[in-house]
C-alpha cells in the first residue's frame, strides 16, 4: 500500500499507524527488505513501517539466539 506524500500524511491516524506497524512485520516474515519500504522518508507512515520490521526482525534473533 503506498501512499502519496504531502499534507496528508501528516496527518495519519493511529490506525493507519497500526496498519503500517503490522505491514513492516510482515514485511520482514515474508522475507523483504529494508529498503521495500513502501513509506517516503518523512512520512509518519514509514517511522511504524520500520519499527514493524525491526520488531519483527528482533523476534526472529531471539527466537534463534542471534545477537
Same mark, same amino acid.
Given at each position: ?13 493511529? %490506525? $493507519?499507524?497500526?496498519? !503500517? ?5 510482515? #514485511?520482514?516474515?515474508?522475507? *523483504? =527488505?529494508? +529498503? ?5 522518508? %518523512? $512520512?509518519?507512515?514509514? !517511522? ?5 520490521? #525491526?520488531?519483527?526482525?528482533? *523476534? =526472529?534473533? +531471539? ?5
Amino acid at each position: 500500500m503506498i501512499r502519496s506524500p504531502g499534507r496528508a500524511a501528516e496527518l495519519a491516524t493511529r %490506525g $493507519d499507524m497500526m496498519v !503500517a506497524l503490522r505491514e513492516g512485520r510482515l #514485511a520482514h516474515t515474508l522475507g *523483504e =527488505q529494508v +529498503a521495500d519500504c513502501p513509506y517516503s522518508a %518523512g $512520512d509518519p507512515l514509514r !517511522a511504524a513501517w520500520l519499527r514493524g520490521y #525491526a520488531a519483527a526482525r528482533e *523476534e =526472529q534473533q +531471539a527466537e534463534s539466539g542471534e545477537k
